[in-house]
Structure formats: C-alpha cells, structure tokens
C-alpha cells in the first residue's frame, strides 16, 4: 500500500484528530442561542445544559484512560482509526436525536473518540518528528482544535439563519441538526486516511519489528537509507532505551508509581487540568452567556472572531516553540491570563448590576452590564486577549510537552493519564460553569485568575526546558538533579553521536544487535 513519509504531511493529518476536540469544544456554542434547540430540548441554561455539554467531555474522560490499551497493543495509528469511527457514530445519535436523552447518548460516544484521538495524536506527533521540530507539529495537534473549534462554530452560525433565524420560536430542528451531522465527514476523511501513513518507529521497535522500525525511520529521516547516520543514530537511542527499560522489569502501570516517573506524571496531569482550569473553558463553550453578561449585541458574529483568533494564534506557537521554548511560554501564557480575568472581573464587579429578569433569553446569567458600551468593549477586548495568549502559550505547548517527557514503553498510559486530567476537568466545569454564571457571576473570574496564578507557579517550579532534546534524553533532563528555573545544557547526545557515526567512531548493528565502538 503507498505510504506517505513527509513528517509534516503526516503530522498534519494525524491532527484531524485534534479537529474531533475541535467541534466537541464548539459543538454547543452556536446553537445555545437559536430558538431550535433551547425550544426543541426545552433547555434555558443551569444543570440541564450542564449535563447535555458535560455528556461528551465524560465520554471522553473514558475514551482517554481506554486509549492506551489500544494503542500499545494495536498502534498509535489504529488507535486514531478506531477514534474516528466511535465519533462517527456518537455523532449520527447527535444528529438524529429526538430528546435529551439520545442526545446526550450520542455526546457521550462521540466523546469516547475524542478522547482516544486526543491523548494519541500528539504521541504519534511525536514519535513521528525529529527533536528539531517536535513541537511544531505536535503544536499541529492544537492548531487543528482551534480549526475545528471555528469550523464548527462557523456552521452553526450559517445554520442559526434556518427559517428565518435564530430568534425565530418556530425555527427547524436544522439549525443544529445541519453541524453536528457535518462533523461526521472528517472523521471519516481521518479514518480512511490513516491507511496511508506509517506506523510509528518506536511501537514498531517495542513490539520487536526491528526491521520495519529502521526502515520506517530511514523513510522518515534518511530519505530511504537506513545507513544514514542520522537513522542509525535514531535507530541506536531507541534500542538502547528499549533495552534499559526492559531490563528494568517494570510493568508500565508500576513504572508509573516509580518516584522519578511519578513526579513527570503528577506535573503532566496538572499542566493538562491548569489548560482547562485558566478559563479558557468559559471563553469557549459559553461565549454566548459571557457576551450577554457583557451586554454585547450580535453575539454570534462577535463571538466568530475570537474563534478566529484563536486559529491565528496558534500559528505563532507552531513556527516558534521550539525557538522559544516549552517553559516561558507556558509561564508567561499563566501570568498573562490571570491579568485579562482580573480586568474583566473588576469591571464586571464595578459596572454590571443584577439582572433584572425582564428577558427571557438572558435568565442564565444572573448579572449583566447595562447600557454602558465601552464596559462592554473593554470586556470584549480582554476576551479576545486572553484567547489569543491561551492559543499561542498553553493550548499548543499543554500538548507538547506531555507527549514527549516519558519512555516509549509507558508513553501512552502516561499521557491517556494526563488527557483524561484534561477531560475530567473539561466535563467538571462544562457542568459548573453555568450554574457559576446564575450564582457567583462576575465572581467566577476571580476564581480562575487564582487558578492562573497558581499554574504560573508550579511551571517555575517544576517545569524543565525540553526543547532541543529527543525523546530518549527526557530522563537525562528530569534527572539533572539542577532546579528547574537553572535550564539544561544546551545540544543534544543524539547529534553527538551522528557524528560519530558518520565519521566511523562508533557502528551501530541492525535488527536488534548491540553497537560496536571502533
């Protein structure tokens, strides 16, 4: 079967799998304000839309901690095939719903997909790349969210003019049957198309497929020649690894309790829970209440540009994280957020008002700003600043650096362990936040500026710098025994020993043989 061996092709692709993410995160967002669904589902805000939202971030809680099993004992690549087949079908129960009930059936399957391809693709991203450009194209993975996000987010706005538009109390059922029935054709695109790319070099080596892993890195890196120094450098990291870790004798889930992998799993579980606990949440699943909060009139299309801008965002973060590193971008991103939520509490709290229920299409928020335009601006404008510091600091790198800090041979469970932090908190405060919005209003953006706060700290603390290296060096790094803030020395082993390589110093034997030094 023809293959396809650009990294960046793949990778790309690969990242349709973060575009599921993409349109669960906006799979709401645009239809909470038509008429056809708040009238069809009988649905005004509270714990009943709570749940409906929160169906799919659980299914994806589950789909997360069921992913490793699959992709170690099948490969990452079937893994995202089996994804993209579950949300096919959580998406058809979407689609076809008569109720809540099915309908929150079907966001819960669609969501066991997204939580498999979620925690997969940014480790076959990066199983896949180089150590040169490992976090651009596993920052791919956040770039296609964000399209995603907007994708979804631009149908449903197409979709809210069905008969008449959205404020229309007799409007078809198409207006949200239309986006979540469009969502089931790139998962079939994903599906199909994962056939054409290669399975990753370092399953390959751990289920002992010694000679499809080299060909495969001779492919990706050494254009077709396994005698490439590069390759064989690669090719010699890997075995020795592989060999280190098997003496070791652990099973995967004990490595995980060892004290020097528990320390990575506890920092990757709460860098991927501070993702959803800075607010980013609130700015995306209810945009629509923050608006009306905010007393801002065309909602749907103001709200199309912050999902526009967070597209845009995310390119920065692709060309230059591994320019600027993992570490200041996700200290600076925390630092910058809780400044943006503490503006927009403050001026909640000093111009907004109780709402006075005279509305009906805003009785899910309990305090609003009132006449007062350039309140309403202001808020606007921090919104859109904070989304865009979030897209180019903590939304790709939250992702990088979880996929690229363990050993292949626990790779997976670590990071399904650290994306299913992700999704529990995403299903937590899709159920709170709009009860938060009725009871604590203004409030809540206090509580997550002290969230902000509290990531920015533990990223000074116990955040390592890990660009530059390759994945077999990430033990060397944790385990420097130097603080956090100090760095590591620059350069890497693996370009120390291509050198050798190609200059004869050292030898490296295939299929599974040990190396030979001259």
């Not at 770039?143 to 996000?149: H, M, R, Y």
């Not at 060309?319 to 927009?344: C, E, H, K, N, Q």
């Not at 009785?363 to 007062?372: E, T, Y």
Request: proline share 4%.
């Amino acid at each position: 079967m023809y293959q396809i061996y650009s990294v960046y092709a793949i990778c790309a692709f690969a990242a349709m799998g973060g575009g599921l993410f993409g349109f669960d995160i906006s799979s709401m967002s645009g239809v909470l304000g038509t008429a056809a669904y708040t009238n069809y589902f009988d649905v005004h805000g509270g714990y009943r839309q709570g749940a409906i939202t929160g169906a799919m971030a659980g299914g994806s809680f589950f789909g997360t901690l069921a992913s490793s099993f699959i992709a170690d004992r099948m490969s990452r690549k079937t893994a995202i095939q089996i994804a993209a087949v579950i949300w096919t079908i959580g998406s058809v129960f979407q689609t076809a719903a008569n109720g809540i009930p099915l309908l929150v059936v079907g966001r819960a399957v669609a969501g066991i997909g997204a939580g498999i391809a979620s925690a997969m693709v940014p480790v076959y991203q990066a199983e896949i790349a180089p150590k040169e450009i490992r976090g651009r194209v596993v920052s791919l993975q956040q770039f296609a969210i964000t399209v995603g996000i907007l994708v979804q987010y631009l149908i449903q706005f197409g979709s809210s003019f069905v008969d008449g538009g959205a404020h229309n109390p007799h409007q078809s059922t198409l207006a949200f049957r239309i986006p979540w029935g469009v969502q089931i054709f790139p998962a079939m695109i994903l599906a199909v198309g994962m056939f054409f790319v290669p399975y990753s070099p370092r399953w390959l080596a751990g289920q002992d497929r010694w000679e499809e892993s080299i060909r495969v890195l001779a492919n990706l890196h050494g254009n077709g020649d396994i005698n490439h120094p590069k390759v064989l450098a690669q090719y010699r990291e890997i075995e020795e690894a592989m060999t280190f870790e098997r003496e070791a004798g652990d099973s995967a889930f004990k490595a995980l309790t060892q004290p020097r992998m528990l320390s990575r799993v506890i920092l990757t579980v709460s860098i991927q829970m501070w993702s959803q606990l800075c607010g980013v949440n609130v700015m995306m699943y209810y945009i629509v209440y923050m608006m009306q909060a905010a007393g801002v009139h065309n909602i749907l299309l103001i709200s199309s540009i912050q999902y526009i801008l967070n597209v845009v965002f995310t390119l920065p973060a692709i060309l230059f994280l591994d320019t600027w590193g993992r570490r200041p971008s996700l200290l600076y991103g925390a630092l910058t957020m809780m400044i943006l939520l503490a503006v927009v509490a403050a001026l909640s709290a000093t111009y907004g008002t109780p709402n006075p229920r005279t509305d009906p299409s805003l009785d899910a928020i309990s305090w609003l700003i009132m006449d007062n335009p350039q309140v309403s601006r202001a808020i606007v404008a921090c919104s859109y600043l904070f989304v865009s510091t979030f897209a180019v600091t903590w939304g790709p790198t939250s992702w990088t650096y979880a996929s690229e800090i363990f050993p292949t041979g626990i790779r997976a469970k670590a990071v399904s362990l650290a994306t299913a932090s992700n999704w529990a908190w995403n299903c937590a405060l899709a159920f709170a936040v709009p009860t938060l919005f009725v009871e604590i209003n203004w409030k809540m953006y206090v509580v997550f500026a002290a969230f902000n706060g509290c990531a920015a700290a533990q990223v000074w603390f116990s955040v390592r710098e890990t660009k530059g290296k390759t994945l077999e060096e990430m033990d060397e790094v944790f385990e420097s025994g130097m603080p956090a803030w100090r760095g590591v020395s620059r350069g890497s082993r693996l370009d120390r020993l291509q050198r050798e390589i190609a200059e004869g110093v050292v030898k490296v034997g295939l299929r599974g043989q040990r190396y030979e030094e001259l």
